[in-house]
């Protein structure tokens, strides 16, 4: 970041200071402008108006919002459980000596990194029931979401296994520990501690796939304020708030995602490990959602 | 399978409307990405502090979430779309973002001197931007890009949840009306990894001919 910010340009001079205030000025007039401009739009349609925005300081609103947000939190809580076992699982079957057991784990991870959550949640929505698979709700939402996740979890698994220095492998079984000894004592908590960014902020990529309960009527945040704005009819009120709390809950993830990955690059750089091949954070590179 | 043959129609409408709506987006959000990269490393702090801002709203709200306010409740201040443009603004300015990131993670591999360089020759922040940096930067995240590219052809899915009849709801449709959801899911599903596979060839291709071997 530090290292960007110098890159383009030097230590400025009298003239580059004038016009980087210039720069300054114009840019805030802009923004001033923009935020104007969208204040006269609610104003002339009314939108202001305090009776418009006074429910949302009432506490049964936000009683019904914080529910959504609870049922968010389950939805996404064990999506996240399940699609991290299965990723892991998932990981291990790529990497395994066995080579149908490779060729399957590799088939599930490709087809399901290309196929969206979407597709797969209308198959357990229509398709499912008529084979008699009808799930409770919450599985309607958490099954198709899992699907996908433990797919991109496999792959972000499967990087940072394949990032760990080989010698830990070998020295691990120079000592004479098998194989599954090595993955589970020796890669596997080595590997987590390096991946732990990552799976933060593939937490944040599942968290925002749970908003797909609006398709489900599965009552999460955004679907409860769809519930509550047809109620009190205050549409671009109630998705302002609620765009609000999804922004203050995945903003903190994503901060702590960036606190992890601050922390690993001091350990790592105290003992030279290897990093380079790991997946960055916060980039939908590696994680295809 | 007769299913996906007598409603060969609706999923080729389909088909083409998510071609349509990755394409448009995909080269909104990469002329957004190019925007707000350079941005946030503008020498003004406001126009760098506007880029952050930018990136950390959009990467943190739900795409579903940006859809249906834009869709259902902007019309209630007076800004209204026609339903594929208002989705193609949304998702381009969703992974906007994204690409974003990965374009400044390009351009930090940029080696220093490469830009110390443009500068001793003289030129001014956006050409060297324009003609040293990013043509570097660039070629470094082709892969990174690719990968955005190919979420961004599963988020058109999302329009469908706000009402654009794309491969994704137009599966919906026939299995609705034909009930032989194996047949037609499938088929949807077949199309998308077709098309991803499509993505992810051209990135190969792009990576071979334009990546600079450090």
Redesign the interface.
């Given at each position: 970041m530090n290292?960007?910010?110098?890159?383009?340009?030097?230590e400025?001079g009298p003239r580059?200071r004038r016009r980087?205030r210039i720069?300054?000025v114009l840019?805030?007039v802009v923004?001033a402008g923009a935020v104007v401009a969208a204040v006269r739009?609610?104003a002339?349609?009314g939108?202001l108006a305090a009776e418009r925005w006074e429910p949302f300081t009432t506490w049964p609103i936000w009683r019904y919002l914080l529910t959504g947000l609870w049922a968010t939190v389950r939805a996404a809580a064990a999506t996240a459980v399940l699609s991290a076992a299965l990723g892991l699982l998932l990981a291990l079957g790529r990497l395994s000596a066995r080579r149908p057991l490779r060729w399957a784990a590799g088939a599930y991870v490709e087809?399901f990194?290309?196929?969206?959550?979407?597709?797969l949640i209308?198959?357990t929505l229509?398709?499912?029931p008529?084979y008699g698979m009808n799930f409770p709700l919450f599985w309607k939402l958490v099954v198709p979401l899992v699907v996908s996740n433990s797919a991109a979890f496999a792959e972000i698994f499967r990087a940072g296994i394949l990032a760990l220095d080989r010698g830990q492998t070998e020295a691990g079984l120079a000592v004479g520990l098998r194989r599954g000894q090595v993955m589970a004592l020796v890669v596997l908590p080595q590997a987590l501690l390096q991946l732990a960014p990552s799976l933060v902020s593939q937490l944040?990529g599942l968290?925002?796939?749970?908003?797909?309960g609006?398709?489900v009527s599965y009552t999460e945040l955004?679907y409860s304020?769809?519930v509550l704005?047809s109620y009190t009819h205050l549409?671009?009120q109630?998705?302002?708030v609620?765009?609000l709390i999804?922004?203050v809950v995945?903003?903190s993830l994503?901060k702590f995602a960036r606190v992890l990955q601050a922390r690993n690059g001091r350990l790592t750089g105290r003992r030279g490990r290897r990093t380079a091949d790991l997946p960055?954070p916060?980039?939908?590179?590696?994680t295809?959602? | 399978m007769d299913a996906l043959t007598t409603h060969l129609s609706e999923l080729g409408h389909g088909l083409v409307t998510t071609v349509e709506l990755t394409v448009v987006t995909t080269v909104g959000a990469m002329l957004l990405g190019i925007a707000v990269a350079t941005l946030r490393i503008a020498p003004v702090p406001l126009l760098r502090a506007i880029g952050t801002a930018y990136v950390e709203v959009l990467q943190n709200l739900p795409l579903l979430a940006l859809l249906v306010l834009f869709v259902f409740a902007l019309p209630t201040i007076g800004i209204s779309f026609p339903l594929f443009t208002s989705a193609a603004i949304v998702i381009a300015a969703y992974e906007g973002a994204y690409l974003a990131e990965a374009i400044r993670a390009g351009i930090n591999t940029v080696g220093v001197g490469q830009a110390e360089a443009a500068r001793a020759i003289g030129l001014t922040f956006g050409q060297s931007l324009r003609h040293v940096i990013l043509p570097q930067g660039l070629r470094a995240v082709i892969q990174p890009i690719g990968n955005i590219c190919i979420a961004l052809l599963m988020n058109t899915s999302l329009a469908a949840a706000v009402g654009v009849v794309e491969l994704t709801q137009a599966a919906n449709n026939v299995n609705l009306l034909e009930a032989q959801p194996i047949a037609v899911f499938t088929g949807a599903g077949l199309a998308y990894m077709l098309l991803a596979l499509i993505i992810g060839q051209v990135t190969g291709l792009l990576e071979r001919r334009l990546a600079i071997v450090r």
């Open positions: 290292q960007t910010r110098q890159i383009l340009f030097d400025p580059a980087i720069a300054t840019g805030a923004l739009q609610f002339s349609h939108e087809i990194r290309t196929v969206p959550a979407l597709l209308y198959v229509f398709a499912l008529q944040v968290l925002k796939d749970t908003s797909l609006f398709v955004l304020g769809q704005s549409l671009i109630t998705f302002l609620v765009a999804y922004l995945n903003a994503s960055p916060l980039t939908e590179g590696t295809v959602r | -």
